[in-house]
């Protein structure tokens, strides 16, 4: 009996700690290579498939089912996007992007705008197969290398509004053939040359507002033959070359420069 009494308590401590177990399995799921937490990590906030996360260390555990994340004040460390589709991850002081974001072939949408990224490397997004909308405004970044878009024909929308660009390597955007809307404003570009835009002709947006654009050669725009929206306003244009808008595109938003 005494045998039996026991071998009861032992049972009654087995289910207690297989219980323990499911509880702290079903607590905990894999998303990518790494355990992470179904309920929303501190400072987060989950729903459906979105986490929005505040105030806090980039270390997090990102729950099963995600695919959009968005991050404020979200600082230091790596973040692993593995079937992550859309990003936006903002004030956070990123300058790194190698170190700050890891697995990115899924993104489809990146909003990194309002940190801290200076310089961009050759092929530095060739890893991001997938991505249509790449958003780097508000940075202060001063270069594009000459292959830094390579492996990137999907990117259908680039912003890289307000940053110090004072030059751009001739035709460093060819990679984006289906590229449509392109933000270069609020910079301070001085000029294009004839056939810039050559391998992107579908652009319907091109903004170049609010730079220190002295001149235009009659051809730069030559091939842009989709061209719905052109703005060169705020820049110092005091010459404009004929032929200039030849092409069969909408007038362009021309104000007083100031």
């Known amino acids: ?7 009861v308590i032992a049972g009654n401590i087995g289910w207690t700690v297989l219980l323990v177990f499911l509880a702290v399995v079903s607590a905990h799921t894999r998303h990518g290579d790494g355990v992470v937490s179904q309920r929303a990590p501190l400072g987060c906030t989950y729903l459906k498939n979105v986490l929005q996360c505040y105030n806090r260390s980039a270390d997090l555990f990102i729950p099963l089912g995600v695919t959009r994340i968005d991050l404020e004040n979200v600082l230091g460390g790596s973040l692993d996007v593995k079937n992550i589709h859309h990003l936006r991850w903002v004030h956070s002081k990123i300058y790194d992007l190698n170190k700050a974001i890891v697995n990115p072939q899924s993104l489809r949408t990146l909003d990194l705008s309002f940190n801290d990224i200076t310089r961009l490397q050759d092929s530095q997004f060739q890893n991001y197969t997938n991505l249509n909308h790449l958003n780097l405004s508000n940075n202060v970044i001063n270069d594009l290398p000459r292959d830094v878009f390579i492996n990137n024909q ?20 060819a990679p984006m053939e289906h590229l449509y809307e392109l933000n ?7 000029t294009f040359l004839d056939h810039f835009f050559k391998f992107n002709k579908y652009i319907e947006v091109l903004l170049l507002n609010n730079n220190n654009i002295t001149k235009i050669t009659s051809n730069a725009l030559a091939d842009l033959t989709e061209l719905k929206r052109l703005d060169l306003s705020f820049n110092s244009l005091n010459i404009v070359s004929k032929g200039l808008f030849d092409s069969p595109y909408e007038p362009p938003v021309l104000k007083p420069s100031q």
Request: with cysteine.
């Open 1 to 7: 009996m005494e045998n039996y009494r026991r071998l």
């Open 154 to 173: 999907n990117i259908r929308q680039l912003c890289l509004a307000h940053n110090s660009l004072k030059a751009i390597p001739f035709q460093v955007f």
């Open 184 to 190: 270069l404003s609020h910079n301070f570009l001085v």
